[in-house]
């Protein structure tokens, strides 16, 4: 059995953001990773590590789930890091948020721009 790894460039409310799922070769249906790239931050399924991402200063809002990016999207933030915080991510928020567009002065966390 092979690895399936699907790129996927979504158009958001916000702008452009690039999902990668990487699905479990035993049970295709149930993926092993998708993540969501945005301009401020990303969103993570439950397979990520909250913490070291936080460690590693990334702005990142965590989901459970979730088996698809069209799920990722309409689901809420379970667990966030404290950069995401900052950017004003809350427990419960709508995903979307945190891959917005960033505003006038601000830096792109990201080089990934859509």
């Known amino acids: 059995m092979a690895w399936n790894i699907q790129t996927k460039s979504m158009e958001v409310s916000a702008g ?37 991402l936080e460690q590693r200063g990334v702005a990142a809002g965590r ?15 379970e667990a966030s890091t404290a950069q995401a915080r900052q950017l004003g991510v809350a427990e419960g928020c709508n995903t979307p948020f945190l891959l917005s567009s960033p505003s006038r002065g601000e830096e792109y966390m990201w080089g990934y721009s859509g």
């Open 63 to 77: 989901v459970q789930g979730i088996t698809s990016f069209e799920e990722m999207l309409d689901a809420s933030i």
């Open 16 to 52: 452009t953001a690039l999902g990668v799922r990487i699905g479990n070769p035993q049970s295709p249906e149930k993926p092993v990773i998708i993540v969501l790239l945005g301009k401020k931050g990303m969103i993570v399924c439950r397979n990520f590590d909250i913490t070291a």
